[in-house]
């Protein structure tokens, strides 16, 4: 029998999608997926009469059928929880052979991938760990795919998943080596951070369209999809117009009906907490994750809210100044949040000495997956014009930009104070702004303070960098 080129542990709908995708493609899959208790049927069976009627996929019942499948190197394509990597691993290796490839297409921690990628070279197999990107659509028509690890494998797995990548302008897949060890995994875990600090800016602005600009869904649909038709295109921008203009079966917005309370699966948070390992500022990012955390406390919201009662009567703001204001400050708002992420990217490649290239990274966001915009082709340029660029606002485009926006920018986070509007994103992206670009904080009185309490000591501006004093404040 005619060996599958690849297999594909965990039918979920990325799974499913992923090898419905890839026998698209043109290349045989083997299938397989954990047993579920009192099922007549089993999941990959299921999955191959329903469907992947027709295609060149075949289901495994036993693991070590699903091995005996494969060509040999074998590329077995883990698409399971985090959680479950570790065993799904274990549980294959007993039938692969040396120089077999493991890929886990799954969001797990890069530090996990770090690891795993070691221990199984030291077994004698290549892991890869691939962040995948676009959700299920991505999955099934051409995803943005962000693979690391064991390079060696790269060649033999580089045609499969470029082939069900997304394709640019320019007719490149949206699928390029990121680089060794954990660097796939970690540039995906930076992308959703990013995503969730987009998502984030995006919300403020629609609350505050709807608050101060007292716009209905319909209104704030159609901006949104005008917006989407400058600059500012973006995929999230365009599924926040279609999102505003839902309707269900009884005409009522959807959108109207959804709790906010806002749940998350822990990527954005990982970028947090990696952030503050590095110590690298990506306050955005963190911004975004304690909102969705204070979306979860709505019992509470509910009563401080009638505690203080803070229902003020909002000044009248004219309506298409405010618009082209809030356009500038999302606009603005959003280099900032990619300026923190590829900073931190930097500090990770130099930290786990990945040699990351960012205007490759740039390049592979720009289809396929839930970042994509036009937005990332200027980054893109950026760093093909200075690949060793320290931080995005350092770009002319870009400075030129937020030089001209700066006045609404400050317009709008005022008027949200004054308002008592929650914007915790959008004002992060300012105060970084301010922060980053003043040569003289007050970051001497801290030093002053730790030296006086603690003895820490500091440095002094008339003195060379990296001599440290201490002063004897008490006497
Ligand atoms: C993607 C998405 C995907 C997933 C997010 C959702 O790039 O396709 O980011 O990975 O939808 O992880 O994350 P939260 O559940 O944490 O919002």
Redesign the pocket.
């Known amino acids: 029998m005619e060996k599958s080129n690849i297999g594909l542990i965990g039918l979920g709908i990325m799974g499913q999608n992923l090898a419905l995708n890839l026998a698209d493609k043109g290349w045989s899959v083997s299938v397989w997926n954990r047993p579920k208790s009192g099922a007549s049927e089993s999941v990959a069976d299921h999955f191959v009469r329903v469907r992947g009627k027709g295609k060149s996929i075949i289901a495994c019942e036993e693991l070590e059928d699903f091995a005996q499948t494969l060509q040999r190197p074998r590329i077995v394509m883990l698409m399971v929880t985090a959680e479950a990597v570790t065993e799904v691993i274990e549980k294959i290796i007993p039938y692969l052979d040396e120089d077999d490839i493991i890929i886990d297409g799954g969001?797990s921690n890069f530090e996990d991938t770090e690891r795993r990628v070691d221990e199984l070279y030291k077994r004698g197999f290549y892991f890869i760990g691939a962040g995948i990107?676009?959700?299920e659509e991505?999955a099934l028509h051409g995803a943005s795919i962000m693979p690391g690890g064991a390079v060696e494998a790269w060649p033999v797995v580089k045609p499969i998943l470029q082939s069900i990548a997304a394709i640019a302008e320019d007719g490149t897949p949206c699928c390029e080596w990121v680089g060794s060890g954990g660097a796939g995994h970690y540039v995906k875990m930076v992308?959703?951070g990013i995503?969730y600090a987009e998502m984030q800016l995006i919300a403020e602005v629609y609350s505050l369209m709807k608050q101060v600009g007292n716009m209905n869904n319909e209104e704030m649909g159609l901006i949104f999809a005008r917006w989407n038709e400058t600059d500012m295109r973006s995929y999230l921008i365009e599924i926040t117009s279609k999102i505003l203009r839902h309707r269900d079966v009884t005409g009522d917005y959807v959108l109207d009906k959804i709790l906010d309370v806002a749940?998350?699966?822990?990527?954005?948070r990982w970028s947090v907490q990696n952030a503050l390992n590095l110590n690298e500022p990506l306050d955005m990012v963190a911004e975004a994750v304690f909102a969705r955390d204070l979306s979860e406390k709505k019992k509470l919201r509910e009563t401080l809210s009638r505690t203080y009662n803070r229902d003020t009567n909002l000044a009248l703001y004219q309506r298409d100044e405010l618009l082209a204001q809030l356009f500038d400050t999302l606009s603005v708002s959003r280099i900032v949040s990619y300026a923190q992420g590829f900073s931190l990217m930097r500090k990770a490649s130099d930290t786990y000495q990945w040699n990351l290239n960012y205007a490759s990274v740039a390049l592979i966001w720009r289809e396929g997956?839930?970042l994509r915009s036009e937005l990332l082709n200027s980054i893109a340029k950026a760093f093909l014009s200075n690949s060793q660029l320290e931080n995005l606002l350092a770009v002319s485009s870009f400075s030129e930009k937020v030089k001209h926006t700066l006045p609404s920018w400050k317009k709008i986070i005022a008027m949200a104070v004054k308002e008592e509007i929650t914007i915790p994103a959008l004002s992060a992206a300012l105060n970084y702004f301010y922060g980053i670009t003043t040569a003289h904080l007050s970051a001497n009185l801290i030093q002053a303070q730790r030296d006086f309490f603690g003895a820490h000591t500091f440095e002094r501006i008339d003195e060379p960098r990296g001599s440290f004093f201490h002063e004897l404040w008490r006497s």
């Open positions: 969001n990107s676009g959700g991505g992308h959703n995503e749940n998350q699966k822990g990527t954005g997956c839930i």
